[in-house]
């Protein structure tokens, strides 16, 4: 407890008090301990402590004032048991001084991050297009470029959360990525890779934490693919204890198209907590393929907006929740203006009774967004007894002229598909594991990049068939 | 999957001609009982089907082969008294099935919607919905029923489904070289790398006239009916199992298609492979010619004949030929 740093964050309770006037928790002390904790670290090492990122942590601060931490008995939280990150002790992740040579692959239009710092030494921006920017938002000059992002910072997103401002306050940076109109970056994606170095060992309740924050700005009828991965350090060898707290947010103009690939493959204890803010011009199009098996507790926001007519969205996720696992999609999908299209389908896989899955996919259909198409499907294949899903699909629609759909099962293993095998003389185990795999390739054959969906599906494999 | 292209242009094999044959006749073994438990015989047919029985012409499915087994014929499936009922909820459906297949036999068996042909052909292969109340079954000697059913698919028993499962997210190509794998280890020889299993796999396609395309799509999903069965019979030949259990092969088959899966069980049959067939038409029967037609009531086999029993069937319906 250091009081007189937790001054800059109460001294504006008035505006506070104005702006939210529900909010009467002005101070949950755990999270004024993270909020100052954070402060103080990234005033550490700010040397770059542009405009674009002291408004960011204004605006995070601010908010922050006015959110306790999560209970069940917030709806959000209803079912995400985030007891874990409370009972530990909650620390600035620090990047090791030395990087293993293991994390720098070959590859272009490579962006790496470590525990939340953009490095540059292991990315690699040399074939990115003309006109385009990668780095840090200090380096944005002044023009429409620079107001966007500006404006995405100071900006409240009134859906983000307590997670959301925590990663604004504590980022150290805020890196962006721009493509210019026009451009194509399909065949070498942009691939973003998050690491996690800094980890404590299982056992002492630490828990470093990280918050990459990332702005992917694809201009008017741009075509970007993204690959974004969140792994760890190899010498966590796998276990490593952290919490990653990172915020993605992607602006596609108009007529653009992104096609995004997410895949979360991070410690079995580590905490990983993720936003990503999508906003979608006119006619632009937007498809994310989610894989997620990593985590002991893995809880996704996704917010989509939708900011003109005739949209595509096409989110799919793939989550695997093993022993002692929690996986979550908490997806939102804003439809406020005409003939959007959009399509939804999670799957997960809870394959031990500690594991659990959480699915909140809320589809808003507003009442200018006439002539939408949305559709929503959920399926949830349980294989132990007690394992948990808590499913719940939501569409909410004011619009009268649309076409909706959506369906959520829950089932296990077909008794007629494993027969089928067995009495082809293929053995129950290799059956069990052929099926179960099966159920998730719907979702990686999205993934866009052969070699990519290759190995992520090996390692999906080889996790599965391990259990 | 570049070892997937298939030149187009690669001719289809003769298939051996279906009319001229060899026909021998052959003595109806009298150790073996084709007949359903004695209620039945008490109607009296059973005298009547073993006189038929004993004058069968036996179509061995390989042109121009001369020399034919002299010693005495092996039999290769033996039911004895078979019943079963419904897992779940306790109902019988076999009342005593009895039925010997040697090696190298044809045999159908026809009978009215819901006697019991499907139920029997699953139970052979150890279908999970059903319980065996009673009876045995041997197969080259040893108890069937005490295999798990992959057990069973390694000793040599294959069964097509009437309405074969879709395995969404499971590629045919992947699903064949599972199975083809599964039953070389059992054997003891090396498993069948993609490629290697490829070369084996391309004249069967050739056979059952399937374009390669459909190795890429996932197991029987979104096939049509007909493609499903041809399907079924590209497994079958990759098991090269010894007794094919078809349940109804021919339903849901354009007359070409017909033809097709015909020409290719008729090429999969050797002198000592056996076949038995569901069918409720003759249509399937003039292309793969039974030794013997039974009948099945009930859940029981009530009555054995030649073929001719199909045609009687055909003309006269089921009342002509119903023990009840
Ligand atoms: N798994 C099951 N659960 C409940 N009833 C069953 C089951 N399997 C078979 N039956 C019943 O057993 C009887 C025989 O069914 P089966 O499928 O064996 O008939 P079939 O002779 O193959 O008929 P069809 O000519 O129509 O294919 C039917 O009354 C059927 O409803
Ligand atoms: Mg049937």
């Known amino acids: ?467 | 999957m570049a070892c997937l292209c298939f030149p187009s242009t690669t001719p289809l094999p003769r298939f051996p001609s279906l009319s001229p044959r060899v026909s021998i006749t052959k003595i109806f073994p009298s150790s073996i009982s084709l007949f359903g438990p004695s209620r039945f015989r008490s109607h009296g047919v059973d005298l009547r089907s073993q006189a038929t029985a004993a004058t069968l012409t036996v179509d061995y499915r390989t042109p121009g082969e001369e020399t034919l087994d002299t010693g005495p014929p092996r039999i290769l499936l033996e039911v004895r008294d078979l019943s079963a009922i419904v897992a779940e909820s306790r109902q019988e459906i076999l009342r005593g099935v009895n039925l010997i297949i040697n090696e190298g036999e044809v045999h159908a068996i026809m009978g009215k919607n819901g006697s019991g042909k499907s139920t029997f052909a699953k139970v052979l292969v150890g279908h999970p919905d059903y319980e065996v109340t009673g009876g045995t079954v041997s197969f080259k000697g040893e108890d069937l029923l005490n295999m798990e059913p992959e057990m069973r698919s390694h000793a040599g028993v294959f069964m097509s489904f009437q309405s074969p499962v879709e395995i969404p997210g499971v590629s045919n190509m992947d699903f064949l070289l599972m199975a083809c794998n599964a039953r070389r280890e059992k054997r003891g020889e090396p498993a069948l790398s993609p490629i290697e299993f490829f070369g084996f796999l391309s004249p069967k396609l050739v056979a059952v006239n399937m374009n390669p395309k459909f190795l890429d799509r996932n197991v029987n999903e979104g096939f049509s009916g007909g493609e499903k069965k041809r399907n079924e019979i590209l497994q079958l030949a990759v098991l090269e199992a010894e007794l094919a259990i078809l349940d109804e092969i021919d339903s849901g088959l354009d007359v070409d298609a017909l033809q097709d899966v015909a020409k290719a069980v008729n090429g999969l049959l050797t002198p000592h492979k056996s076949l038995l067939m569901i069918t409720h038409y003759q249509r399937l029967l003039d292309y793969i010619k039974p030794s013997y037609v039974h009948i099945m009531e009930a859940g029981a086999i009530v009555r054995t004949g030649s073929f001719s029993l199909a045609k009687q069937l055909e003309k006269e319906g089921y009342r002509s030929v119903s023990v009840a």
Not at chain 1, 83 to 88: G, N, Q, V
Not at chain 1, 119 to 127: A, E, G, Q, R, V
Not at chain 1, 174 to 187: A, H, K, N, S, W
Not at chain 1, 199 to 209: C, F, I, K, Q, V
Request: charged residues 20%; contains cysteine.
């Open chain 1, 1 to 467: 407890m250091r009081p007189p740093r937790r001054r800059r964050l109460l001294l504006q309770p008035k505006a506070v008090a104005a702006s939210h006037p529900a909010a009467v928790s002005l101070s949950d002390p755990f999270v004024l301990d993270i909020a100052d904790m954070l402060e103080d670290s990234v005033s550490s090492f700010s040397s770059s402590s542009s405009s674009v990122l002291q408004t960011l942590r204004d605006a995070s601060s601010h908010s922050l004032l006015s959110q306790r931490w999560p209970t069940h008995k917030d709806e959000p939280y209803r079912f995400t048991d985030t007891s874990f990150l409370k009972s530990s002790k909650i620390l600035p992740a620090v990047p090791p001084s030395t990087i293993s040579p293991s994390f720098s692959s070959p590859s272009s239009n490579l962006i790496t991050f470590v525990d939340g710092h953009f490095m540059p030494s292991l990315s690699s921006l040399s074939s990115l297009p003309a006109g385009a920017f990668a780095g840090s938002a200090a380096d944005i000059t002044p023009g429409p470029l620079y107001d966007t992002v500006m404006a995405s910072a100071g900006d409240a997103f009134h859906h983000g959360d307590l997670f959301w401002n925590l990663n604004g306050l504590g980022a150290p940076d805020l890196t962006v990525i721009y493509i210019p109109d026009g451009e194509r970056m399909i065949d070498e994606p942009l691939r973003l890779r998050f690491y996690s170095a800094a980890a404590s060992e299982t056992g002492l309740g630490r828990l470093p934490l990280s918050n990459p924050r990332v702005l992917v700005v694809s201009g008017k009828l741009a075509e970007l693919a993204i690959v974004e991965e969140h792994l760890e350090a190899e010498s966590c060898e796998g276990n490593g204890c952290y919490w990653s707290n990172s915020v993605v947010e992607i602006l596609v103009e108009e007529g653009g198209k992104v096609s995004h690939s997410y895949v979360q493959m991070q410690s079995r204890n580590a905490a990983h907590i993720k936003w990503t803010f999508v906003r979608q011009e006119k006619c632009s199009t937007y498809e994310l393929v989610e894989i997620s098996t990593g985590g002991k507790l893995s809880r996704h926001n996704l917010h989509v907006q939708q900011l003109g007519p005739d949209t595509t969205t096409e989110l799919s996720a793939f989550h695997v929740a093993q022993s002692d696992q929690i996986q979550d999609l908490h997806s939102r999908l804003v439809l406020e203006h005409p003939r959007g299209y959009s399509r939804q389908l999670h799957k997960c896989i809870v394959s031990s009774s500690s594991g659990h899955a959480i699915f909140d996919g809320n589809i808003k259909v507003n009442r200018f967004a006439q002539q939408t198409d949305a559709g929503q499907l959920t399926r949830t294949l349980l294989l132990a007894p007690r394992a948990t899903a808590n499913i719940k699909p939501n569409l909410q629609i004011i619009a009268d002229d649309v076409k909706c759909s959506h369906g959520a099962a829950i089932s296990d293993l077909e008794e007629d598909q494993l027969f089928y095998f067995q009495a082809r003389g293929i053995d129950v185990k290799t059956a069990r594991d052929a099926l179960v795999f099966s159920f998730g390739v719907e979702i990686l054959a999205r993934i866009p990049f052969e070699p990519y969906r290759k190995s992520v599906s090996d390692r999906v494999k080889e996790l599965l068939t391990a259990s």
